[in-house]
């Protein structure tokens, strides 16, 4: 019984006693009135009161769930199906911890395909719609979904530009480079009929569905048609097709004899993390499946899959013929006619005794199961790299959140830092941040440290401090940061940095290896000597993979800004030049070229531009024009040293 309930509390006790009898939803919540967990029930009262009876309900969940309720809302409806419904938005909307929650279907991948344009093609989308259109997904993976995008331009070479570029590339009369490698059909030029063009639009659709054996046949007899009319170019080309197409089905593999479309599901459980695997069975052709992961489930298995099952079809995604469970399902006669509604034939939810659906559905458990086992073997891993972190860097626990920052410029222009979050020992993407830096002097990445770490600590109400700061850099950089940390009087958080050991050599001191791997230094406050960790150590290679990606997004907001500083005026880039020294340059050179091929003198010659200021612009634009003035321009990132907001 719930601790109102024990303790005799009349409230819950008669509202329990008093709830009607029909179908409905039912939501638990606790002292804060936030909902812990939202139910459906064909008799709302028998379902709610064996909650609260002593060995009347025994699922995993009970133990943790019911002795946190404290109130109870019910709302009524006039048949199962539609608390199904109403349970499915209600989940969403609340988002309850004791409910398992699918993410939703605008966070996968799809390809989508509308027919009713006048050359259709595939396009990515993460968002299925009712618009007429046809989708195929979600794919979990999208290098999964572009592979699948590749193999089908080749054997079903439909156009991928745009709808502008359509039309651009037929004013010009000319097709684009997709055509001259076989990826393209060029309906732009007319160089196909828009007869042939569909029949390529529906081979591909029937392709995708699993139906490859009507689409041989078609294409078959097409084949045969045009030898007929002795046009054996097109028949060569259906040839080619048809082989293409019986390759990649043999790469399939054949699970079963009857050629009936099937979702096959298993689930696999070790205490609260679970994992649910979907086979797709079409025609009798496994084309693949998906695994999701779900923890701190505190559900039962039937639960689990009632409540997957209705949000992994919740979408307009393509229904098959039968749903393979390995549990039985109390609502599975509202969820199977929800289902037949919804794509106008019968769809028949089957948990399989014996027989080939048996096998089908063993097939999905071994998958969900060995799914599982390596997901905890990660788990395991990354715990036992947070405990060798916590010995390396002299930590009092093991960090869980790790910020790692990074600064790239050119030359002292276009400064930018990168932050890179490390959650769990997963990269956090919603986290990241890249920043322009505005303040810190050209080249002076102290300075630009300071700066980015100021803008960071400035944050810290809304955006929690994390367990470690890792920069990527040497001791002045630690300084730098330890520093500014004792000027903000903010103490805790943990400081370290990482470099590349160099023999110290000038002018370009070379980077130090030790059996054939680059030897790193690591820097850590109050300790006076760096520490040079294993190269080959679980924690050594945690920390360069973070310090590796934050050097990626930091290179990668430096050359989109590059990229923008060729599509519009590059003297927005420049220090220290803002709109009063760029018109002045603009007046008294007449136009931005004659601004790049300025000498100092010229610049420096100019109403409002100092000599200090030539030198900058030069520097600046002969960086970017890959010119060398005094020693070599350093790449992004090179003298030291972004989803995603810009701070």
Known sequence: MSARAR???????????????????????????????????????A???????????????????VPRIRDLEVV?????????????????????????????????????????????????TRRFQRDGAVYFGPYTSSGAMRETLSTLQRMFPLRTCSDAGLESYRRRGRPCIEHSIGRCVAPCCRLISDRDYRNLVDGAVLFLRGRSRELIGSLKRDMDDSSAREDFEVAAR????????????????????????RDVFGLARDDTHVEVQVLYVRQGTLLGGDHHAFNNVRISDEEVLASFLFQFYSSDRELPREVLVPE?????????????????????????????????????????????????????????????????LRLERPPRRIECYDISHLSGTLHVASRVVFLDGKP???????????????????????????????????????????????????????????????????????????????????????????????????????????????????????????????????????????????????????????RALLRGLGSLEAVKRASEDELRALAGISSADAVRIRRFLASLAGLELGPAAPEPGGTRGSHDPVE
């Not at 995993?60 to 769930?65: P, S, Y």
């Not at 039985?328 to 289902?339: N, Q, S, T």
């Not at 028949?348 to 071994?366: D, F, H, N, S, V």
């Open 238 to 261: 259906l040839r080619d097709r048809i082989d293409a197409i019986e390759r990649t089905v043999e790469q399939q593999s054949m699970v079963s004899r009857h050629f009936v479309d």
């Open 47 to 65: 379902r709610v009161r064996s909650y609260f009876v002593k060995g009347g309900d025994g699922r995993h969940q009970v133990h943790f769930l």
């Open 7 to 45: 303790d005799g509390d009349p409230g819950l006790e008669e509202q329990v006693r008093e709830l009607p009898t029909e179908p409905g939803v039912y939501l638990f919540k606790g002292a804060d009135e936030r909902v812990l967990y939202v139910g459906k029930a064909q008799s709302l009262r």
């Open 76 to 124: 009524v409806t006039s048949s199962v199906k539609e608390a199904l419904l109403l349970e499915n938005q209600l989940i969403k909307k609340h988002r309850p911890r004791f409910n398992v929650r699918l993410r939703d279907d605008k966070n996968y991948l799809a390809l989508r395909l509308d027919p009713t344009v006048p050359y259709p093609r595939f396009t990515e």
């Open 328 to 392: 039985a399902i109390e609502a599975c006669g509202a969820l199977a006619e929800l289902w037949s509604e919804r794509s106008g034939r019968a769809v028949r939810l089957i948990r399989p005794q014996r027989g080939e659906r048996r096998r089908l559905l063993e097939m999905a458990g071994r998958n969900a199961r060995l799914a599982l086992a390596e997901r905890m073997r990660r788990d395991r891993s990354s715990e036992e790299t947070a405990r060798e972190l916590r010995q390396l």
């Open 428 to 582: 956090d993407k919603n986290a990241y941040r890249r920043y322009k830096l505005r303040e810190s002097p050209p080249g002076d990445d102290y300075a630009a440290m300071r700066e980015v770490l100021g803008r960071r600590l400035a944050t810290l109400e809304r955006d929690p401090p994390p367990d470690l700061i890792l920069l990527d850099g040497g001791k002045g950089h630690l300084r730098a940061v330890e520093a500014l940390l004792a000027d903000l009087a903010i103490e805790g958080i943990p400081l370290a940095a990482l470099a590349k050991e160099r023999d110290g050599a000038a002018p370009n001191p070379r980077v130090l290896r030790h059996a054939g791997s680059k030897r790193e230094k690591l820097f850590l406050l109050g300790v006076k000597d760096p520490i040079l960790p294993d190269p080959a150590g679980a924690a050594m290679l945690f920390l360069q993979r973070l310090r590796d990606e934050s050097h990626r997004f930091a290179i990668r907001y430096h050359r989109e800004l590059r990229r923008k500083a060729g599509l519009r005026s590059i003297l927005d880039e420049i220090p220290g030049v803002g709109p009063k020294k760029r």
